[in-house]
């Protein structure tokens, strides 16, 4: 993709889906999302390596409440990138910077709401998980420092939605390796070398996610054209407001459901006991990075497919789910082998507790199949969240959500955590049957209306 050119067209009209394309998306974005999961692999060496099965569960159950927090908040992303990808297909500037300027408002709103009501948050939270003592107070001193980040972790989700809705994947690519570049290296100065422990991985977020609030806001800003600037009176159009909220609502409903279901797997695992707790925390992160790798795809389909909408440009819709379906079993189908091949290796390097290392490796193949099982339900997000069909996607997720629960209920009982493990991959499953039998009838009434705007 290229930059901004002076006039701000340079996405509108039709244009044609190639491999090159997708993946000059897809690539930077994987590479980018990836820092996450190595974020979410430094931090569970660290508190690894603090000699304590505690650490390393109390660690789990602080990450798990901050993406029901966060992560519910992640239609911030979602609608700014189907939004803008629109905007920039129509050739309208004026709109894709109007965007921005709104979903950053509700981002900084969100934020400090959360910080003010942290000590209500972390104590709903512990009351959810039930963790023991020693496990709820290390969940306790990183959740009350980390918390803080919230506002900045919000408004780089407007950030990194702006720049994925015009196709920016380097730029995508920097922030991401920025803030979680940050929070790697203060993790393990902080968390390690001073000797703060839990603190310092906290403390590590909160410097990752504002360097890179700050930076990101500078560097995209720097770059409106003048020209094109909004109003205030157009940001703030009651008109565009509703359309945002409603979009947000349903994408905000399906990702509390997606968040809710690794809750309500890690609370299963709790009762299990710390040392199931401690090797599902260890194979979850396994998990993430497959996830981490198909959400690239999952970006170039939101891009592609929204640039396409707002062209109202058929040809280039249909290709590009075609090449990021391709592209997203692929890419799943090679991280899972990797995993089966090398996977042992990783939870040596994720903790030093032999028992954890052990009693991981029995459930290793399940995280390892997550990446093909779910491929289809990255894909087919990427495609609703780029045509905003957030009210059917919404409503797969909970039909999805309902065959989870129904699974649990069987399986777990007779298979214990292999039953849980199973169904997470059902539920990756579910997802993206689901979204894939709705897409003909969607596309096929989107593309036949006449005179869309």
């Known amino acids: 993709m290229s930059t901004a050119t002076a006039n701000g067209n340079e996405g509108a009209g039709p244009f044609e889906v190639t491999h090159r394309l997708v993946l000059s998306i897809a690539i930077p974005m994987t590479l980018g999302f990836l820092t996450t999961p190595l974020m979410g692999l430094t931090d569970t060496a660290v508190a690894g390596r603090l000699g304590s099965a505690d650490a390393l569960a109390g660690l789990a159950i602080g990450a798990v409440l901050f993406d029901l927090l966060l992560g519910s908040f992640n239609f911030l992303r979602a609608s700014t990138t189907g939004l803008v990808a629109q905007a920039f297909g129509r050739g309208d500037p004026r709109e894709e910077q109007a965007v921005y300027w709104r979903a950053l408002v509700i981002a900084l709103c969100c934020g400090l709401a959360i910080a ?51 196709g920016q994947s380097l730029m995508g690519l920097m922030l991401q390796a920025i803030i979680n570049g940050t929070n790697i290296v203060l993790s393990i100065v902080l968390g390690l070398w001073f000797g703060w422990g839990i603190a310092g991985i906290a403390w590590g977020t909160f410097a990752g ?34 359309a945002l909220f409603s979009l947000n609502r349903d994408i905000m409903i399906r990702t509390f459901a997606l968040i809710g279901s690794f809750a309500i797997m890690t609370r299963i695992g709790s009762s299990f006991g710390p040392l199931m707790l401690a090797a599902n925390a260890v194979l979850m992160n396994i998990f993430l990075v497959a996830g981490y790798y198909l959400d690239g795809l999952s970006n170039a389909a939101e891009q592609l497919v929204g640039r396409a909408f707002g062209a109202n440009f058929r040809p280039a819709f249909d290709r590009a789910v075609k090449l990021t379906v391709f592209w997203s079993f692929g890419l799943g189908f090679v991280t899972t082998l990797l995993f ?16 954890v290392q052990v009693e991981a490796a029995k459930y290793l193949p399940w995280a390892a199949l997550t990446a093909v099982v779910g491929a289809l339900a990255f894909q087919m997000d990427g495609v609703y969240i780029g045509a905003t069909w957030s009210t059917a996607m919404r409503n797969m997720m909970l039909l999805a959500f309902v065959g989870y629960l129904l699974s649990l209920a069987v399986f777990v009982p007779l298979l214990g955590n292999h039953g849980l493990w199973l169904s997470l991959n059902l539920f990756l499953a579910f997802r993206g049957i689901f979204l894939a039998l709705r897409l003909p009838g969607l596309a096929e009434r989107q593309f036949s209306r006449p005179g869309r705007s």
């Open 209 to 242: 996610e504002a360097i890179g609030a700050l930076a990101g806001f500078c560097i995209v800003v720097s770059r409106f054209n003048r020209a094109h600037r909004p109003s205030r009176a157009e940001v703030l159009a009651r008109d565009r407001l509703r």
């Open 340 to 355: 089966l091949a090398f996977g042992t290796d990783v939870i040596g390097l994720l903790t030093t507790t032999e028992s």
């Open 116 to 166: 003010l009501l942290s000590p209500l948050l972390l104590s709903a939270g512990l009351f959810l998980m039930a963790p023991s003592p020693g496990v709820a107070e290390v969940t306790s001193t990183y959740f009350m420092i980390r918390v803080l980040a919230a506002p900045m972790a919000l408004a780089n989700y407007a950030l990194l939605g702006f720049v994925l809705g015009r």
